[in-house]
């Protein structure tokens, strides 16, 4: 699939940058919030919800020491969120795609631990959290669904550490690219062929390898006809063979 073809497919089901887009006529509304929200308590949420211009790339959505006070739905686009360590070096600790929700980790201590950078144009909802718990006070359906991304992203830290894990550079590429088919899926996209929005230096960093390690290893899967690699277009010819990959098989 060309380029063109997959961007035009991608903006099809993703919201477009208008700000005037709501919560019901959201194409990823099923994903980011509860399918099961009756139209009156969508209106009750969307009234709370703040969409400003989007964010350009390389823009910080925050950083890490801000004070929490809001979380963020991603409507299109993709960013990132990494730690900076004391000695001053840049850890990628992970990446949100549309209908991903980012600043939970300010939750804790009121002061958000991560920065979250965007990967490209991206537009964003601004959730202000106050007027989030008093609106999930009165619709016990959202309070649970929020409960459920707290426990996603538990999920996902055990995730980052057992894909740290992986022994072979192949394991850990073929986990990234295995949960990014599977988002791509829940959002009606396909799950085989798409563009990955972060750069191999971000992929090196997040997965603890090299640029050379991540170029190298995605010529072997490519040379093992498992995917095929035109820059960031990225198609997966062999699904078993990249879930056995991951599970560390040779």
Known sequence: ?????????????????????????CRLNTICMPVSLHI?????????????????????????????????AIRSGAVKALTISDSGNEQVTGFYLPGEVVGLDGLANNTHTNSVIALETSSICEIPFNRLEEVSMQLP????????????EITQEQQIISLLGK????????????????????????????LLPMSRTDIGNYLGLTIETVS????????????????????????????????GAE
């Open 40 to 72: 009156d308590d969508i209106d009750q949420l969307n009234k709370i919800i703040q969409r400003g211009r989007p964010l350009h790339k390389g823009e910080y959505l925050y950083r890490a020491g801000d004070p929490f006070t809001a979380v963020y």
């Open 141 to 152: 359906k959202l309070q649970r669904h929020f409960l459920q991304l707290m426990s996603r």
């Open 216 to 247: 190298r290893t995605f010529a072997r899967l490519q040379k093992a006809r498992v995917i095929s690699v035109d820059k960031k277009e990225v198609s997966i010819n062999d699904i078993a063979g990249l879930q056995q990959l991951a599970k």
């Open 167 to 194: 022994s072979s550079a192949e394991a850990r590429i073929a986990s990234l690219l295995l949960s990014i088919s599977t988002r791509n899926s829940s959002r009606s996209l396909s799950s085989t062929q798409f």
């Open 1 to 25: 699939m060309e380029n063109s073809q997959i961007i035009a497919q991608t903006s099809d089901k993703h919201c477009t940058h208008d700000i005037k887009v709501s919560c019901g006529s």
